[in-house]
Structure formats: C-alpha cells, structure tokens
C-alpha cells in the first residue's frame, strides 16, 4: 500500500514549473522590450552622436622673447600672474642702443645742415653767374671801343689783342659758373630737405636706432596669463631666447582625439556638447566643430611610426578635432590649458565640409606700431631744428620712412 502524505505530495513540482515558465517569460519580454527600447534609442538618437573623453584644452601659449641683446635690469610680472596688452613685461639695459641712437641722431642733424647747404649755394651760383655775366659785358664793351680806334692808330695790336682774352676769360668764368649751378642744381632738383636721399639714409638710421632702443622694454602683447618664466634679473639675453610665456584663457579651445571610423560623418560646424572634469557634469559647455587636424597624432610625434619596414601592428588612429567653445560660457567657467573634456559630436547635419570650409583664423597685435610713429616724430623734431626757418624742408614730399606715404616729420613741417 501506498503512503497518502507521499500521494498528496505529487502535485507540487506542476506549481512549480509553472512559477518558472511565467518568471522566464517576464525576463525575456523583459529583454525583448529593452532590445526594443534601444534599437529605438539607437536609430532614433545614438546613431547621430560620437563621443569620446580623449580631448583636452588648448589654446595660444604666446612667448616673450627679446629681439635686442641686452642684460635684463628689471622684471615686472611673474607665474600665475595677469598681464594687460601692452604692460611693460621685461626691461633692458638701455646703455649702448642710447649711444647708437644718439650718434645716428647726430648725423641726421650734420646731414640735414649739409643738405641745406645745397640749397643755399644755388642762389651763390646764380649770384655768382650774374656777377660773370657783368664781366663779360664789360670786356666786350672795351674790345668793341678798342676795335672802333683801332684804325686811328690810338690803340695798339697788343691791346686789343688783350682785350680779346678779356672777353674769352670772362666767357669761361661765366662757363665754369653756370656749369657749378648746373652741378649743384643736380642735387637739389625735385626733392626738398626732409626729401633728400642723404637726408632720407641718415633718417633711417635714426628710425634703426630709436626702435632697437625702444625694444629695450618688451611688452606684453596680448592680455593673458603669465607662465614659464625663466627669466632673472642680471641675465644677459639674445633675441629669440625665450623669457617667458603669456596665455590668453579668454580664447581657448578643445581637441579631441576621435578614432578614425568615428569621422565619416563629423563635419566642420556641427554642434557639440561638452564637460570638463573640473566641473562634473553639472556644468555644460557648447561648441561647434570648427576644423580638423591635416594628420594623426601618430603622424606628427616627434617619432612617427615606421609602417614599411614590416614589423608594424595595426592599431586604430586618432585624428584631432578642434572645438570651437561659446565665449560667454567660458567667461563664467574658465578653463586651463591641457584640462580633460569629455566631449559629445551631434552628426545628424552633414551639410558642412571636413576640409575646405574651415575658416583661417588672424592673430594680431598693435602693441608695436608706435615705436615707428614716434621714431618720425624724432625725425621732424631733428629736421625742424636744423633746417631753419623758410627751407624748403616745409614742403617735404615724402617721408624718411619711405616714399608711399607721408611721414609725421612731413606733416608736422608743412
């Protein structure tokens, strides 16, 4: 006889299959609704979008480097600091381009009272012409008397015949006369003093010598942050040597390094997405594709791999992509250089190009353009005082500084 509490049992592994079947049916439409849910996401949202957090900032590291010899006397910013376009940086010693600029000054001075010695010996030569010209009508006058008694017997041959080297004597002085005018008019003609080409060397000269003096102090020509001095007091510098480093945060970007198969569709002016790993997640930065690099990074490493010589592993490339970050952002949240980005490319317009659309960026600075203006104020200074009151350096055609435009010495004199 069978036991009841085994035959009651029987029933218990159908309830339990059944709790099973049910469990694995929920898992897989589970699965199916995420496959679902993703394929959705992927067709409708994933498949427009690269990403990759190998980027970090760059931007423009301007060095300060000197252009004269000299011996730094003074150091006026250091690390960390900021500096405004413009501000004096590094000054050097002045001593010896003051000398040259002293001496070229001097001869500017000697060279425009010398030009304006010309000047003056044209109205000596005619002078003097008109002087020869008297003496001839006067010699030719006593021969013409002579001649007219000759026949009486009054006059002698001799002196006649000494009248007549009278007249060829004084048509030769009046000759060498106009042939010195001549001369002399040959350096004067078409120019005035400011406009000469003795005078315009000597200006030169002067320009050479006030701006090597004037690069004795280097200023900074952007607005940035200071960084990499390496400059001290007392050191003696040669033009190129680097003295130190300006960054200018206001105008940095972002390269990310995207691996090759993710660049069929990325263009130039697609929209980007970005956080730094300083701030988190909180905080968004917008952007735009602006360019892409000529070359991997491989290509460009100081040194590139060796792909011929048949020992070479395939290994997926990484091209730099420049991202152009929204200024207004980037003034709330500012960034350094070589900070890491996590950056995210929205590819669904394709309407940009990858090279030919990219746009050529100018930097620029003026910090240096007074150096010629006041260099021609020197000049005017020189020339005013030396080429005296009524010369005709008061209507100088063209500057000392060359013959297409009009330099400040000329306007001032005119």
Known sequence: MSDPQQTAAAPAPKQSNGKRRRLMTLIVLVIIIAAVAYG????????????????????????????????????NADDTQTVKVGDPLVALDPADSKVALDQAEANLAQTVRQVRTFFVNNNQYEAQIALRRSDLSRAQDDLKRRMQVAQTGAVSQEEISHARDAVRGAQAALDAAQQELASNRSLTS??????????????????????????????????????????????RVSPGNPLMAIVPLNGVWVDANFKEVQLKHMRIGQPVELTADLYGSSVVYHGKVIGFSAGTGSAFSLLPAQNATGNWIKVVQRLPVRIQLDPKELEQHPLRIGLSMNVD???????????????NTVYQTNVFDNYGAQADQEIARIIQQNAGTGSPAQNTPSSAHGRATKSASAAKLM
């Not at 690269?50 to 252009?67: L, M, S």
């Open 40 to 75: 959705l996401y992927y067709f409708l949202v994933a498949r427009f979008h690269e990403a990759t957090d190998d980027a970090y900032v760059n931007g423009n590291v301007v060095q300060i480097t000197p252009q004269v010899v000299g011996t730094v006397i003074s150091v």
């Open 190 to 235: 078409n120019t005035t003093i400011a406009g000469h080409p003795n005078v315009l060397a000597a200006a030169a000269k002067v320009r050479d010598s006030y701006i090597n003096f004037a690069r004795n102090t280097l200023p900074a020509p952007v607005t940035g942050y200071v960084a990499k001095r390496s400059v001290q007091v007392g050191q």
């Open 345 to 359: 490319v929205t590819i669904k317009n394709e309407e940009g190009g990858q090279l030919g659309n990219a746009q």
